[in-house]
């Protein structure tokens, strides 16, 4: 690993801290409450997550083959293999990966922005109020910009003039989005909830193209 990957993995321990502590604090049933991650609740957000730091690239590629190339499949399958028989359980296996550097491929940022905006897919509807750092959120939200990976992200963006107001982030040109690098990072993945966070005349487009996703 590059220095630059030691400093990616760094941010991801720290932002998987800060959500196992918020996940210590929930009731029985807030763990089964709703997420931005479609039908998932919380407690099948954190198995995912902790499957994403458990498989390395041939364990990865293994299940996908299992699963004759669809994401959905290997999706469902791994998170059934890493959910707890209870939500402590499930929990105390997402603790048990906050130090792993496993991961399929070495797009670091990526996997990062994968810790992040699940996080905000379970905070968000509890109402908990952690951010992650702008350390964090600042090479996901480059990194978003510049390719689809695991969401549409460079889709959602291109064309636009994209820039934080809170951090370094700026990216592009054309019709202005600025806000918080949060709600950009959010909302480059689609989360439709984070666009009331952001202005400037890009953002109809850019609600036009997450009504397309969805629709």
Same mark, same amino acid.
């Given at each position: 690993?590059g220095?630059k ?20 604090t ?5 763990? !089964?409450? +709703? %997420?931005?991650?479609?039908?998932? *609740?919380v407690?099948q957000?954190?198995?995912?997550? =902790?499957?994403a730091a #458990?498989?390395?690239?041939w364990?990865?590629?293994?299940s ?13 399958r791994?998170?059934?293999?890493? !959910?707890? +028989? %209870?939500?402590?359980?499930?929990? *105390?296996?997402?603790r048990a990966v906050?130090?792993? =550097?496993?991961?399929? #491929? ?19 509807p509890?109402?908990?109020p ?12 480059d990194?978003?910009?510049?390719r ?7 889709t ?9 107001d ?13 806000g918080?690098?949060?709600?950009l990072?959010?909302?480059?993945a689609g989360r439709?909830?984070?666009?009331d966070?952001?202005h400037?005349?890009g ?8 009504d397309g996703?969805?629709?």
């Amino acid at each position: 690993m590059g220095r630059k990957d030691d400093v990616l993995w760094t941010l991801m321990r720290a932002e998987r801290a800060a959500l196992a502590q918020d996940l210590s604090t929930l009731s029985a049933d807030q763990w !089964r409450h +709703d %997420t931005l991650c479609g039908r998932w *609740d919380v407690e099948q957000v954190v198995a995912h997550l =902790t499957a994403a730091a #458990s498989l390395n690239q041939w364990q990865w590629l293994r299940s996908m083959c299992g699963a004759r190339f669809r994401p959905e499949v290997h999706n469902q399958r791994r998170l059934a293999e890493y !959910r707890g +028989d %209870t939500p402590a359980a499930t929990l *105390d296996r997402f603790r048990a990966v906050i130090g792993s =550097t496993r991961a399929p #491929s070495g797009h670091t940022a990526a996997y990062l922005g994968e810790v992040v905006v699940h996080g905000q897919d379970v905070r968000w509807p509890l109402g908990l109020p952690r951010k992650p750092s702008i350390e964090a959120l600042t090479p996901v939200a480059d990194f978003f910009a510049r390719r689809d990976f695991a969401v549409a992200s460079h889709t959602q963006a291109a064309g636009l003039h994209l820039r934080a107001d809170d951090g370094p982030f700026a990216t592009g040109s054309g019709p202005l989005v600025s806000g918080s690098t949060l709600a950009l990072v959010m909302s480059m993945a689609g989360r439709a909830p984070y666009l009331d966070q952001l202005h400037g005349p890009g953002v109809p487009i850019l609600q036009a193209r997450l009504d397309g996703a969805t629709a």
